[in-house]
T-cell receptor, first 110, second 112 residues
Framework: DQQVKQNSPSLSVQEGRISILNCDYT??????FLWYKKYPAEGPTFLIS?????DKNEDGRFTVFLNKSAKHLSLHIVPSQPGDSAVYFC?????????FGAGTRLTVKP | NAGVMQNPRHLVRRRGQEARLRCSPM?????VYWYRQLPEEGLKFMVY????????ESGMPKERFSAEFPKEGPSILRIQQVVRGDSAAYFC??????????FGPGTRLTVL
């Protein structure tokens, strides 16, 4: 039962362009959403989050958008840099449980 | 403030042996989570524990797997009678509450 889905297993973009990573969820009780970034052989690290009372949260080059009616969130990275190449996990929490998506592998080409 | 510690980083076991994975949460964190990442797959939730309590074990296989978070000491994920399909990276995360989780570096288990 996948409550959080990242339908694109991989994404490749050119350096300097925008990267858009998408995430869909099914549980309407989720009210807090997070993005994690993971490099090989390391644990995931927190990147950015958004509460359900907002529809946008920005932190430097990273912006997360939340569309509650569509149960969809996205992470925008602009401009993309080669160091952003990693696997990005979307996570959703209902204050009781947190569930992760399967991840999207982002490759930023120089 | 040290981050989440996991040991060992790499563990090799033969089929039928036991694997014990340890996780020391960040100081002040009373919530611990275990996740498994199979090759080419995402993070799969296994279990959520607070001190001396299992809160949610809905992601744990029904047999051979167990977890504990004692009053003193690290959280332990125990896999009995390991099989090749148990080979994966096991990540522990801790949090002070129910929001952001801080992950450890993971333990890579290889079953021969």
């Amino acid at each position: 039962d996948q409550q959080v889905k990242q339908n694109s297993p991989s994404l490749s973009v050119q350096e300097g362009r925008i990267s858009i990573l998408n995430c869909d969820y099914t549980n309407s009780m989720f009210d807090y959403f997070l993005w994690y970034k993971k490099y090989p052989a390391e644990g995931p690290t927190f990147l950015i989050s958004i509460s359900s009372i907002k529809d946008k949260n920005e932190d430097g080059r990273f912006t997360v958008f939340l569309n509650k009616s569509a149960k969809h969130l996205s992470l925008h990275i602009v401009p993309s840099q080669p160091g952003d190449s990693a696997v990005y996990f979307c996570a959703a929490s209902d204050r009781v449980d947190m569930r992760f998506g399967a991840g999207t592998r982002l490759t930023v080409k120089p | 403030n040290a981050g989440v510690m996991q040991n060992p980083r790499h563990l090799v076991r033969r089929r039928g042996q036991e694997a014990r994975l340890r996780c020391s949460p960040m100081k002040g964190h009373s919530h611990v989570y275990w996740y498994r990442q199979l090759p080419e797959e995402g993070l799969k939730f296994m279990v959520y524990l607070q001190k001396e309590n299992i809160i949610d074990e809905s992601g744990m296989p029904k047999e051979r797997f167990s977890a504990e978070f004692p009053k003193e000491g690290p959280s332990i994920l125990r896999i009995q009678q390991v099989v090749r399909g148990d080979s994966a990276a096991y990540f522990c995360a801790s949090s002070p509450g129910r929001n952001e989780q801080f992950f450890g570096p993971g333990t890579r288990l290889t079953v021969l």
